[in-house]
C-alpha cells in the first residue's frame, strides 16, 4: 500500500531564516508528488509537484522540494522564510502507473509558524 | 467555471437528519475525491471516483455516508442520520489523472455542523 508520510506535526522558524517541511513516500513505481499549503480557512492550494526530470522542482512563493529517490524523500524547502508562510503543509503522491488508477495520498500535515 | 465548485458553503443541520455535499468537478477531470478536515486536523479520505471504474469506497466511516458521481461530472456526498462527530469541513477535489501526474484541485470546501 502507498503511503506518505510527514514526521513534524509543527515546525518553527524565524522570519528569514530557511525552512524545511518533511515528507517521505512509500510510493510503488515512479511516484508522482505534491505540495499543497493550507491557509486559515481556506481550501488547499497546489504549491509544485515531481512528475520525472529533474529533483529540483520550483514552485509558488519562492518554494521548491527535492526529490530524493534513495532515502524516499520530497523535503519543502524556502530559503528565506515569511511570516505570511505560517500555514498547514500538506505532502501528497500516487504512483505513477499509465493511464492512472491510483489514489491520491495525503501526509497528515505540518503546521508551519513563522515567527519575527 | 474554472475551478471546483461546492455547495452549499455552509450548512447547519440537526442531529438525526439527511445533507447532501454538491461537488461540481472541472470539466474533463477523470478523478473526483472526498475528503473530510476536522478542525485543526489533516485530510481523512472518503471516497476516490476514478472514470467509469468502481469507486474506492475505503474511507467511508460508516453506512450512514454515501456518494454518487455520474460519468465524469457532478458528484453529491450524502450522510443520513447526521450526528455530532460529523461536524467537519468536506473537501472535494479533481484531477486529469488519466493523463498522468497532474495535480488535484480542491475546492473551497462545505463547513457542516451538527446541533
Known amino acids: 500500500a502507498q503511503s506518505v508520510a510527514q514526521p513534524e506535526d509543527q515546525v518553527n522558524v524565524a522570519e528569514g531564516n530557511p525552512l524545511t517541511v518533511k515528507c517521505t513516500y512509500s510510493v510503488s513505481g515512479n511516484p508522482y508528488l505534491f505540495w499543497y499549503v493550507q491557509y486559515p480557512n481556506r481550501g488547499l492550494q497546489f504549491l509544485l509537484k515531481?512528475?520525472?526530470?529533474?529533483?529540483l522542482v520550483k514552485g509558488s512563493y519562492g518554494f521548491e522540494a527535492e526529490f530524493n529517490k534513495s532515502q524516499t524523500s520530497f523535503h519543502l524547502k524556502k530559503p528565506s522564510a515569511l511570516v505570511s508562510d505560517s500555514a498547514l503543509y500538506f505532502c501528497a503522491g500516487f504512483a505513477g502507473v499509465t493511464g492512472g488508477g491510483n489514489k491520491l495520498t495525503f501526509g497528515t500535515g505540518t503546521q508551519l509558524k513563522v515567527e519575527l | 467555471g474554472a475551478g471546483v465548485s461546492q455547495s452549499p458553503s455552509n450548512k447547519v443541520t440537526e442531529k438525526g437528519k439527511d445533507v447532501e455535499l454538491r461537488c461540481d468537478p472541472i470539466s474533463g477531470h477523470t478523478a473526483l475525491y472526498w475528503y473530510r478536515q476536522r478542525l485543526g486536523q489533516g485530510l481523512e479520505f472518503l471516497i476516490y471516483f476514478q472514470g467509469n471504474s468502481a469507486p474506492d469506497k475505503s474511507g467511508l466511516p460508516s453506512d450512514r455516508f454515501s456518494a454518487e458521481r455520474t460519468g465524469e461530472s457532478v458528484s453529491t456526498l450524502t450522510i443520513q442520520r447526521t450526528q455530532q462527530e460529523d461536524s467537519a469541513v468536506y473537501l472535494c477535489a479533481s484531477s486529469n489523472q488519466g493523463a498522468g501526474g497532474t495535480e488535484a484541485f480542491f475546492g473551497q470546501g462545505t463547513r457542516l455542523t451538527v446541533v
Open positions: 515531481y512528475i520525472t526530470g529533474d529533483n
